[in-house]
């Protein structure tokens, strides 16, 4: 599985983005979906995630309310919508996808990972 992720950008506190992550390949195997960050000097957290029919979502407690998870099966697509946006969210962003459901969280479940797509939220 192949995942190219787009719609990085400069955008200033309080905006919106929207990133975008394509599967190829072998995505009949994909279960889960997610979109994990890494901050300058931090470690790779995870973001969202979501399972394979979209009936759940998890959400970093720091993007709650404001970030939202979504995919598009048909297109092997998911997508991050992202609103009031924070300097503190600045971070290259990778779309990342596993087999199954559980632990949508864990790190370790997600197999293939995109390139990372980055922006910078100015205040």
């Known amino acids: 599985v192949q995942l190219q992720a787009s719609g990085g950008g400069p955008v200033q506190a309080g905006g919106s983005l929207r990133l975008s992550c394509v599967a190829s390949?072998?995505?009949?195997?994909?279960?889960?979906m997610g979109w994990f960050r890494q901050a300058p000097g931090k470690e790779r957290d995870l973001a969202a995630a979501?399972?394979?029919?979209?009936?759940?979502?998890l959400y970093a407690d720091s993007v709650k309310g404001r970030f939202t998870i979504s995919r598009d099966n048909a297109k092997n697509m998911v997508y991050l919508q992202m609103n009031s946006l924070k300097p503190e969210d600045t971070a290259v962003y990778y779309c990342?996808?596993?087999?199954?459901?559980?632990?949508?969280?864990?790190?370790?479940?997600?197999?293939?990972w995109g390139q990372g797509t980055q922006f910078t939220v100015s205040s």
């Open positions: 990342a996808a596993g087999g199954g459901d559980s632990a949508l969280g864990d790190s370790r479940f997600y197999g293939n």
């Open positions: 390949g072998r995505t009949l195997s994909i279960g889960r």
């Open positions: 979501i399972s394979r029919s979209g009936a759940s979502t």
